[in-house]
């Protein structure tokens, strides 16, 4: 079976290192898809969880592999630390062949448009001014995803299809109260004001991919539950994939459903 190729392929919040990781979803999806660039937009690997509780299976470092693999084969490989890998800032800058660490990157799409791309996390004002929030919120996000996994295990083998307990949570918020939108706001305002065409982005674990006003705004969500993957076709066209989110699957659905999923998925950085 040939790969899928793909001009551009952008993926964030993958918080390899932690259990909710969906390190074997995202180890299929990087085995059947090549692309002349890859971005890591950030969170790639989880250190603030490292740091509490060790965890890493062999399957986290072959996702590692996979990557380095492809950079020697000829992928430009981009990795914008996000706030779970700062510790990868102190790169920022530095080229290693094919791979480039950097703050943020400004794509250029094949049919000529410019693409701001980072993380994000500086537009989020919870992390930025109440990390202790944060530290609380990761703790009880984390409880929240596992619960979720066991609930989904048991629907599924009673033959109910995957639910979100937090998408089913957030579809009670008002739109206007939500830090999502707040957060979306906040990173095409900044997007605007550098004039750019777009910005592609990662931080809440929402995927996106819609207009917002004249701009296009793109979030490439999580592995750690949509399992989303944004991508740039050869013609410059921006599209969603999905893995479907088990730890089998890496079966790519519609955009449609990409839309459903992006409407599911967290609401937590
Ligand atoms: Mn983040």
Same mark, same amino acid.
């Given at each position: ?163 979100? =307990? ?9 739109? &206007?109260?939500?830090? /999502?939108? *707040?957060?979306? @706001? $906040?990173? %095409? ?48 066209? =921006? ?9 089998? &699957?890496?079966?790519? /659905?519609? *955009?449609?459903? @990409? $839309?459903? %999923? ?8």
């Amino acid at each position: 079976m040939t790969n899928v190729r793909y001009r551009t392929i952008w993926i964030s919040d993958v918080h390899l290192g932690t259990r909710e990781c969906e390190a074997e979803a995202l180890l299929a999806f990087l085995d059947r898809h090549d692309c002349d660039y890859l971005y890591l937009v950030g969170d790639i690997v989880d250190f603030w969880r490292l740091r509490h509780v060790p965890y890493w299976p062999q399957v986290h470092s072959d996702v590692i592999r996979k990557v380095l693999s492809k950079a020697r084969s000829g992928t430009v490989v981009t990795l914008i630390p996000g706030n779970h890998d700062e510790y990868l800032r102190r790169f920022c800058d530095l080229q290693l062949g094919n791979l480039m660490v950097t703050k943020e990157a400004v794509h250029r799409t094949a049919d000529g448009r410019l693409l701001l791309v980072l993380h994000g996390d500086e537009f989020d004002v919870v992390t930025r001014y109440h990390r202790w929030v944060l530290w609380l919120s990761d703790a009880s996000y984390a409880a929240l995803v596992t619960a979720n996994r066991w609930l989904n295990r048991a629907r599924r083998a009673l033959g109910f299809g995957h639910w979100s =307990l937090a998408g089913s949570i957030k579809r009670r918020v008002p739109p &206007a109260m939500s830090f /999502v939108h *707040a957060f979306e @706001a $906040a990173v %095409v305002r900044e997007a605007a004001r550098r004039r750019v065409a777009g910005v592609v982005c990662g931080h809440v674990h929402v995927a996106a991919l819609h207009d917002a006003g004249p701009l296009v705004y793109a979030n490439t969500g999580d592995w750690v539950e949509s399992c989303t993957t944004l991508v740039e076709h050869h013609d410059g066209r =921006l599209e969603m994939l999905v893995a479907s989110g088990t730890r089998r &699957a890496a079966a790519i /659905v519609t *955009a449609r459903a @990409a $839309a459903r %999923v992006a409407d599911d998925a967290e609401q937590i950085a």
